[in-house]
């Protein structure tokens, strides 16, 4: 069992930058893979980015490319979102989740996932 618990949200002008993070319990956390989704009010949850249980690889939205990034300690058992050039298009709620196959984690299939965290961008 993992629990998940984002932080680090909040209200940012464009151009800017936040770091979120995603807190997981559980002493199994590096096993599994973690990723990023976020869902903006009226649209569909999409991906956002990924990263694999070792931190060697790792995946992106082509929205986000070079701008985001992710990472993970798996001492702290914690995986971050760096968001720089912040657009108001990324305004959303943020979701962490995991899995132990990244192919769930990028198709958003992963057995858990956290409450969000909602990001605001103003123009």
Known sequence: QVQLV???GGLVQAGGSLRLSCAASGRTFRSYCMGWFRQAPGKE??????ILWTG?????ADSVKGRFTISRDNVKNTVYLQMNS????DTA????????AMSAVVAGTGDYWGQGTQVTVSS
């Open 45 to 50: 949850r999409e991906f956002v980015a990924a």
């Open 93 to 100: 709620v943020y979701y962490c989740n995991a899995d132990q």
């Open 6 to 8: 984002e932080s680090g």
């Open 86 to 89: 912040l657009k108001p298009e």
């Open 56 to 60: 060697g690889s790792t995946n992106y």
